[in-house]
């Protein structure tokens, strides 16, 4: 079974300009979250989508961020204009619907690696 | 925000066990214990999880004491590919719950 895909690997982009990241989940998997590790801080959630609804971007951080999940599959996240400060590795996870008590194949990328200079 | 506490470093000598501690006093019933780790520049993996009883796999073990307020994670024989960040996160068990990942143990395995 392939994991969670998500590329590119690493990018490098000049303030200002736009990235946009992508996760291929895990066939079947109908949850997709987008998380991220700024430097030197804790990894922390940015949004959660079910097939191609929002179901929780609470952790998004401004309005420069923008993830979309068209046709439920694959999902994308643009930052538009990127700044320092959005330096950081970017996971994707995906999980299940139905699965073992307190399982549901939670399942992380080995995520983007965002630079911004 | 995180419910646990771990330690932010421990050793452990190649071949032995490591046993990494957690405590998570304020969890909820409904909430499971889970564990995984992140190995540089991977992203996290999936270990093991529980709500009560202790748990074996064939990657480590999980004894939660009796009121569930700690629990130990036990890699029976570490390698030097076991040296990575250990977060211990609670949850309730469902699609809906986010992972909020603390500040993890850095395990160290020398040889």
């Known amino acids: 079974e392939a994991g969670v895909t998500q590329f590119p690997s690493h990018s490098v982009i000049e303030k200002g300009q736009t990235v946009t990241l992508r996760c291929d989940p895990i066939?079947?998997?109908?949850?997709l979250y987008w998380y991220r590790r700024v430097m030197g801080k804790e990894i922390k959630f940015l949004l959660h989508f079910v097939k191609e609804s929002k179901q929780d971007e609470s952790g998004m951080p401004n309005n420069r961020f923008l993830a979309e999940r068209t046709g439920g599959t694959y999902s994308t996240l643009k930052v538009q204009p990127a700044e320092l400060e959005d330096s950081g590795v970017y996971f994707c996870?995906?999980?299940?619907?139905?699965?073992?008590?307190?399982?549901?194949?939670?399942?992380f990328g080995s995520g983007t690696r965002l630079t911004v200079v | 925000d995180a419910k646990t506490t771990q330690p932010p470093s421990m050793d452990c000598a190649e071949g032995r066990a490591a046993n990494l501690p957690c405590n998570h006093s304020?969890?909820?019933?409904?909430?499971?214990v889970y564990w995984y780790r992140q190995i540089h520049s991977q992203g996290p993996q999936y270990i093991i999880h529980g709500l009560k009883n202790n748990e074996t796999n064939e990657m480590a073990s999980l004894i939660i004491t009796e009121d569930r307020k700690s629990s130990t994670l036990i890699l029976p024989h570490a390698t030097l590919r076991d040296t990575a960040v250990y977060y211990c996160i609670v949850r309730v068990a469902d699609n809906f719950n986010k992972f909020y990942f603390g500040s993890g143990t850095k395990l160290n395995v020398k040889p």
């Open positions: 066939s079947g998997h109908d949850n």
């Open positions: 304020t969890i909820s019933g409904n909430e499971y």
């Open positions: 996870a995906s999980s299940q619907v139905i699965g073992t008590a307190g399982f549901y194949g939670y399942t």
